[in-house]
């Protein structure tokens, strides 16, 4: 018995000192409050302008779902994994529970604001500021509501929540493309890198004024092998890679996640009671794209939902659109029918196996700076 104590431990010292973190208990955050773009928008931009169409949630929710994938984003993913509910967005008003936290993102959201309508470029008109009024006003709203008690207490978090959430970002990659659509060279998308990355680290400031002290950043992804930007802005045949990525608009994503890297560590530093975790998604999306075939995936640049070229992408008939024939809708642009084994969904988002690897990547911590589990994000 004597010597079975000691050899328990002695496993834990040195679990201990490979990792001292690893002995520590999970975080157990109470709520989630996202920021973001389309990556993890849970309905937003549908409780906005019009819920994305069917087959967008066709493999998990049945019906659409706010998101535009065939299912579950990265971000349904994170909530499983700490035991809370999926996210509502803060836009939808039928059925909302934010209980738990709230999501405030949109898809077609940009850091810097748009100086464009929807209509005109994509562009969301909620971009990453407006998101943080809507959580200012969240917070402060939330509990004179909550205080009236009822039903509203269920519906609503505690005030004690906002200061032990955890605080996700995924937003950046509209404001490359943005570039990118007004024919701006690598050089010229750099120059504005800086004003974008500033207004980032803004946003994270006001939420740690908020009591945010947990935060979990995710850089932004390889551009250069998304179906959408290598259709609608093709590069010469020089500038693409072994596996049919546009080396160029790769390196506007490199360069960005690597200031964006920078400014994770100068916020550490100026905000000494927070817990920032850095996430390289760029490397995982990456790995997934070029070693599809050997993960078993299938056509990594070609989108499951989509219609006709190349890419099987139309910026003009996208995944859902229909068109009247005598009288009877038609659609035009369907899912494949071996969604389970794709890559991209609709040429700019991934489908739901794609996030569900994507997310198991993430979870671990290997590719997170530090490097730790989800559930110890809390851990200094």
Not at 366 to 376: G, H, Q
């Amino acid at each position: 018995m004597k010597s079975q104590l000691l050899f328990i431990k002695f496993v834990l010292l040195a679990s201990y000192l490979i990792h001292p973190r690893v002995c520590l208990p999970t975080c157990n955050f109470p709520a989630i409050f996202n920021f973001g773009d389309s990556n993890s928008d849970t309905g937003g931009l549908s409780a906005a302008f019009g819920q994305a169409p069917y087959p967008n949630g066709q493999t998990f929710f049945h019906s659409p779902s706010g998101r535009f994938s065939d299912g579950r984003l990265i971000i349904d993913f994170v909530a499983e994994e700490l035991g809370l509910p999926y996210l509502t967005a803060f836009l939808d008003s039928i059925g909302s529970n934010f209980s738990h936290g709230a999501n405030f993102a949109t898809a077609g959201s940009t850091i810097r604001p748009p100086n464009t309508t929807i209509s005109q470029s994509g562009a969301s008109p909620i971009s990453l500021d407006v998101q943080l009024v809507q959580f200012s006003d969240f917070l402060t709203r939330s509990q004179l509501i909550r205080n009236q008690g009822r039903a509203f207490k269920k519906l609503l978090p505690r005030k004690e929540y906002f200061s032990q959430a955890l605080y996700t970002f995924d937003i950046g990659q509209n404001d490359l493309v943005t570039g990118l659509k007004l024919n701006m060279t690598n050089d010229q998308i750099k120059a504005y890198t800086p004003d974008v990355l500033n207004q980032y680290s803004n946003a994270i400031r006001k939420v740690y004024l908020k009591g945010g002290r947990r935060f979990w950043i995710h850089n932004t992804a390889p551009i250069g092998c998304l179906p959408y930007v290598l259709d609608r802005f093709p590069v010469p045949a020089s500038q693409i890679d072994i596996h049919g990525c546009a080396i160029s608009r790769n390196e506007i994503a490199r360069f960005f996640n690597s200031q964006l890297k920078r400014r994770v560590v100068e916020l550490r530093k100026e905000l000494s009671k927070a817990e920032i975790t850095y996430v390289d998604i760029y490397s995982i999306k990456l790995t997934l794209i070029t070693q599809a075939k050997k993960l078993g995936f299938r056509y990594p640049l070609m989108a499951c939902c989509g219609h006709g070229g190349k890419y099987n992408y139309n910026k003009l008939i996208k995944c859902g659109a229909k068109v009247m024939v005598k009288g009877k809708e038609i659609v035009l642009a369907k899912s494949c029918n071996d969604v389970s084994f794709r890559v991209s969904w609709d040429g700019i988002h991934f489908t739901e196996t794609a996030n569900s690897w994507i997310f198991r990547k993430i979870n671990g911590g290997a590719f997170s700076d530090p490097p730790l589990p989800l559930k110890f994000a809390c851990t200094r």
